[in-house]
C-alpha cells in the first residue's frame, strides 16, 4: 500500500505501479504482468532443468581433465541432452536418464576454439565392441607433420600425449565412475630417453568391467609438455591449440553387460576408481512434474 511521504509525493504500490524517489525525483514504474504458463510448458521447464542438471557432472569431470573449455559449454550440452531426452518414449517425469541414446554426443567439442580439424591431422578412430571394450587406432601418425604445435620454434622441444578417459555414469542411482584414464605418447620432449619413431601406429584397447544401464563418455583430449629441472612433466599450450572432445559415447545394454561381465574378470579389467556420489535434482524435478500434472488433472474436472 502506498503512502504520502514528506514531499507530499506518492511512495509505494498502488495497483500495479510502484512509486519510488530516484534522484530527488518522484518516478513511477509499472509491474511486468504476470504470463500464465500452459501445463506444456510448465513441464518444458522441468525438463529443460532435468537436462542442465544431468549435463553438470559432465562439466565438472571435463574440468578435471582438460584445460580450456568454452564458455558457453552449459548452453551447448543442454541443448544436446535435451534432444536425448526428448527420444526416450517414456512420459515426462517417468524417464530414466540411463535409457538416452548418447550418440548425439560423439564428436562433442569442449574447446571450438582449438578444433580437432585444426589441431591434429591424424584422428583417430574409436570403436565400441559389444562386451564393452574400447579400441582407439591411429594410422600411419607422424606428429612432427599432423600436430601442428610441435611444428613451432619453442625451445626445448616439446612432446605431446593424448589423454583418454573412459567415465560412466549412472542417472538413478546418481553415482559416476572414472574407468580409465590413459595418456597416450605422440611426440616425447626433448631429453627424454627412447624417441619415436618418425611415424608409426596408435593402438589402444581398454576393457573394463562396467556398470548395468549406465552411459559412458570416452573424453579425449591432446595436451602438450616440457620437462622441468627434475625430467617432470611441465603442461604447456594454448587455448587455441588444446582440443578437447568427446571420442564416443554409448550406453550399457543388458546384452553389453552380460558379455562384459563375462569376459572382464580379471584385476586388471576392474575400473581405475570407485564408484562416487554426485548431486542432482532428477528426483525432485520429476515430483514437481507429477505435481503439474496433477494439479492439472483437477482443473479439468
Not at 534522484?23 to 509499472?30: A, C, D, P, Y
Not at 536425448?84 to 512420459?91: F, L, R
Not at 612432446?159 to 559416476?176: T, W
Not at 573424453?219 to 604447456?236: A, C, G, P, T, V
Request: aromatic share 10%.
Amino acid at each position: 500500500m502506498a503512502k504520502i511521504n514528506k514531499k507530499g509525493q506518492p511512495s509505494g504500490k498502488i495497483g500495479n505501479v510502484v512509486y519510488r524517489e530516484l534522484n530527488n525525483k518522484s518516478i513511477m514504474q509499472r509491474m511486468p504482468t504476470k504470463v500464465k504458463q500452459t501445463t506444456n510448458t510448465q513441464i518444458a521447464a522441468q525438463e529443460f532443468g532435468i537436462s542442465s542438471n544431468a549435463t553438470k557432472i559432465i562439466r565438472q569431470i571435463a574440468s578435471l581433465l582438460f584445460e580450456y573449455i568454452d564458455p558457453y559449454i552449459s548452453g551447448r550440452l543442454n541443448a544436446i541432452m535435451q534432444k536425448c531426452i526428448s527420444q526416450i518414449p517414456e512420459a515426462a517425469g517417468h524417464k530414466n536418464l540411463n535409457h538416452i541414446d548418447p550418440s548425439p554426443f560423439i564428436g562433442f567439442q569442449f574447446n571450438p576454439d582449438a578444433a580437432f580439424e585444426k589441431t591434429f591431422q591424424a584422428f583417430p578412430h574409436c570403436i565400441i565392441q559389444q562386451d564393452g571394450s574400447v579400441e582407439i587406432t591411429i594410422q600411419a601418425i607422424t606428429p612432427k607433420k599432423d600436430i601442428p604445435f610441435l611444428q613451432r620454434d619453442i625451445n626445448p622441444d616439446p612432446g605431446a600425449f593424448l589423454r583418454v578417459a573412459l567415465v560412466s555414469i549412472d542417472y538413478a542411482h546418481e553415482e559416476y565412475q572414472i574407468l580409465a584414464h590413459e595418456e597416450i605418447v605422440l611426440a616425447k620432449a626433448k631429453m627424454e630417453n627412447e624417441p619415436l619413431p618418425d611415424t608409426f601406429d596408435v593402438q589402444w584397447k581398454c576393457l573394463k568391467k562396467t556398470p548395468r544401464e549406465a552411459v559412458v563418455f570416452v573424453y579425449f583430449s591432446l595436451h602438450y609438455y616440457q620437462l622441468d629441472w627434475l625430467e617432470h612433466r611441465k603442461i604447456i599450450g594454448e587455448k587455441t591449440m588444446n582440443p578437447a572432445g568427446f571420442l564416443h559415447a554409448f550406453a550399457v545394454n543388458e546384452e553389453m553387460y552380460t558379455q562384459n561381465h563375462a569376459v572382464a574378470i580379471g584385476p586388471e579389467h576392474q575400473p581405475l576408481r570407485e564408484a562416487e556420489w554426485f548431486y542432482t535434482i532428477l528426483s525432485a524435478k520429476k515430483i514437481e512434474i507429477d505435481r503439474i500434472k496433477t494439479n492439472a488433472g483437477k482443473k479439468k474436472k
